[in-house]
């Protein structure tokens, strides 16, 4: 349907956005509408995770709070438990 191909197009968009442009603005906006678009599709973030992680602090307040919760849901999902985590030395 027309819905589905524009939804296509826009995510193709976002895509090259996050991982092309490098100004903090784009970054979270770009984000603000990954969560509204496709929030479960994480893996689209592989090819930004280290610039948006990089960029972070200098992201607006608002954009942190979004860009947070996208990067903690990114790692849960792809990150190995750390070694020393369940024997309680993964601190040390």
């Given at each position: 349907?027309?819905?589905?191909?524009q939804k296509?197009?826009?995510?193709?968009?976002?895509?090259?956005?996050?991982?092309?442009?490098?100004?903090?603005?784009?970054?979270?906006?770009?984000?603000?509408?990954?969560?509204?678009?496709?929030?479960?599709?994480?893996?689209?973030?592989?090819?930004?995770?280290?610039?948006?992680?990089?960029?972070?602090?200098?992201?607006?307040?608002?954009?942190?709070v979004v860009?947070?919760?996208?990067?903690?849901?990114?790692?849960?999902?792809?990150?190995?438990?750390?070694?020393?985590?369940?024997?309680?030395?993964?601190?040390?």
């Open positions: 349907s027309n819905d589905e191909m296509d197009m826009l995510l193709d968009i976002m895509v090259e956005l996050l991982n092309t442009d490098t100004s903090t603005m784009v970054l979270s906006s770009a984000l603000t509408a990954f969560c509204e678009m496709c929030p479960t599709r994480l893996e689209l973030l592989h090819g930004c995770f280290r610039k948006i992680c990089h960029l972070l602090t200098d992201m607006d307040e608002w954009g942190q860009i947070l919760d996208v990067l903690s849901r990114y790692t849960r999902k792809f990150f190995k438990e750390p070694r020393g985590w369940k024997n309680g030395t993964a601190e040390k």
